[in-house]
């Protein structure tokens, strides 16, 4: 199954590509906002729909880091290199300008959920930190609900939950 964005409302509508051939053009509706849009299949287009070529390999290639999403019935996987400093994290919503937007229909995901902040210690070792941004439903690390004024510090391959949605930390090497 292949994902693409309605230009309009940007939901993500599913269709299977094994069904089509290679520069066949297609028509779909958004059930949504009902925009009539076609896309014309090719080997560069479907590849660059679902954004998981070579995942693995960016991991360790940011500078500061990176947040990967696990994919589930809400979204595909997802890398999100994080920055120095604050990086506020939540569901991609058009209009709301966030650090590292993820594309997901988890209404339980808060456009502004939680934020990771990044900063060096005097050794020059990264130090990242996981707070509440706050949400409606809460950040979630290993299971534990955080608090309201929790500051967690956190490390390589720990396991946040922001609505339905599961991220594990990746530190830069």
């Known amino acids: 199954m292949k994902r693409i964005l309605c230009p309009k409302c940007e939901n993500y509508i599913s269709f299977d590509e094994t069904k089509y051939s ?9 059930e949504h906002c009902n925009k009539q849009f076609s896309i014309r299949l090719g080997k560069s287009k479907v590849k ?3 954004k998981e070529e070579n995942l693995e390999e960016e991991i360790r290639n940011e500078e500061f880091g990176c947040v990967m999403v696990i994919e589930n019935i809400f979204g595909f996987k997802q890398v999100l290199p994080l920055q120095e400093g604050d990086n506020i994290i939540g569901r ?10 993820i594309e997901s229909s988890d209404m339980s995901m808060d456009r502004r959920h ?5 900063k060096r210690n005097q050794q020059g070792k990264l130090i990242y930190t996981l707070r509440d941004a706050p949400s409606l439903t809460g950040t979630f690390l290993k299971n534990e609900l ?3 004024k929790d500051r ?4 390589d391959g720990a396991i946040i939950t922001i609505g339905a949605t599961s991220l ?3 530190e830069a090497e």
């Open 92 to 101: 991609r919503c058009v209009g709301t300008v966030i650090n590292a937007p």
């Open 48 to 50: 660059a729909l679902r």
């Open 168 to 170: 594990i930390l990746r």
């Open 114 to 118: 939680c934020i990771i902040n990044v």
């Open 146 to 148: 955080l608090g309201e």
């Open 152 to 155: 967690i510090r956190i490390e």
């Open 22 to 30: 290679e520069g066949q053009s297609l028509v779909f509706v958004c």
